[in-house]
């Protein structure tokens, strides 16, 4: 198996660019994404930060800082989709919402810019100070990603964040347009291990922090209580039970919300990481249920519903599935995961920006959790 540097020199030839002395992760270079001339999005700016701040690349690391400095938004959150626009011959924001936040990648850029405070303090020269970008940063997920009476991550910026009072929910808003989805959350912004770093650095609102911390948890024992695969959904809605519940349809991207889809996919690698941090024995059943569930398939596949059935068209495999899977089976140590490993460098040949980076990050945090 190819060393963990050999690994990142082909995924940093790959997908790191250059505009002017700006830096981004080119993840749509198959074209295989919806706007045709996407090409970079929040989501791959944070991996690319953290990447780039595992490896000590603090070059590579500047570069992406620029890239977020650039595209920040009213809110100082990174806008979500940046495009090529051949009219004006410039890089900027996708239209129909490129503008808006997206919760995963503004957390994976605040917790890269809290490691590489503990790596180097600075940028050369003293141009930026990481810890002085990323405080501002927290509050600002704080303030416009949390919602503020559930204590979850909300999708992103455009959703309200409801008003909280001494008397409890209003149903007000203070931030955000869009008002269907305020109790609406999604598990790959389950990002336990930044959480934590916020809760550590993040002094202001570190009792926050530790609030949505200890809900995400017990959100995640919840699910076990209703699937023992351990899969969680791409999508959870609040219900009157104080619990968020799988989707029972189509709420934001397509009928397979309620099932284990290319959200979810990353819920292993995240949760597993933060356990390799803490050893928080809340979240270990869950690693345990999804490592078994894993470990019992002949091979892991590109989606599952949550009873542990194949999404019926998926007959592929995937590295944004295999990776996360064989990262939680490594985790517990289950006795099967030699096999997955292997599966995994069978897929490597299949190169794409999501499961290149998924892969990368699961290396990296496997090696290194807490990041510094």
Not at 20 to 47: M, P, R
Request: with cysteine; charged share 20%; net charge negative.
């Amino acid at each position: 198996m190819p060393s963990i540097d050999h690994k990142y020199q082909e995924w940093r030839s790959a997908y790191v660019r250059a505009w002017g002395d700006l830096l981004y992760i080119d993840y749509n270079k198959k074209g295989e994404v919806e706007q045709k001339n996407a090409i970079t999005c929040s989501e791959a700016i944070g991996y690319g930060m953290l990447i780039s701040v595992l490896m000590h690349n603090q070059q590579d690391f500047d570069g992406l800082l620029r890239w977020f400095l650039h595209f920040r938004n009213k809110n100082g959150l990174c806008a979500w989709q940046q495009i090529d626009d051949k009219s004006s011959r410039t890089y900027c924001n996708a239209p129909d919402g490129g503008s808006n936040s997206a919760t995963d990648g503004d957390i994976d850029i605040a917790t890269a810019l809290f490691y590489a405070s503990r790596v180097w303090g600075r940028s050369p020269c003293g141009r930026h100070d990481y810890r002085q970008i990323a405080i501002p940063l927290c509050k600002a997920i704080w303030d416009h990603e949390i919602n503020h009476f559930t204590f979850m991550p909300t999708l992103g910026d455009w959703v309200k964040v409801p008003e909280v009072s001494a008397a409890g929910y209003s149903g007000g808003a203070q931030y955000g347009s869009e008002g269907k989805y305020n109790d609406v959350t999604r598990p790959s912004d389950f990002i336990l291990s930044g959480f934590l770093t916020f809760y550590n650095e993040d002094v202001e609102r570190s009792s926050q922090w530790a609030r949505v911390l200890d809900t995400i948890i017990t959100n995640v024992q919840h699910q076990m209580t209703l699937n023992p695969t351990g899969l969680i959904a791409d999508f959870l809605k609040f219900s009157a039970n104080g619990f968020f519940e799988p989707a029972q349809h189509k709420l934001l991207e397509s009928d397979n919300d309620k099932d284990y889809n290319w959200n979810s996919c990353r819920v292993p690698w995240r949760l597993s990481t933060y356990y390799l941090m803490t050893h928080d024995a809340r979240v270990y059943p869950a690693l345990r249920a999804q490592a078994d569930f894993f470990g019992a398939l002949p091979e892991v596949q590109a989606g599952y519903h949550l009873n542990g059935h194949r999404i019926n068209d998926r007959s592929y495999c995937d590295m944004s599935y295999t990776a996360p899977a064989s990262m939680v089976m490594w985790t517990v140590r289950h006795p099967t995961q030699r096999r997955v490993q292997d599966e995994m460098e069978r897929l490597e040949s299949d190169r794409s920006y999501f499961g290149d980076s998924i892969q990368m990050l699961c290396l990296l945090q496997a090696r290194n959790p807490r990041g510094y």
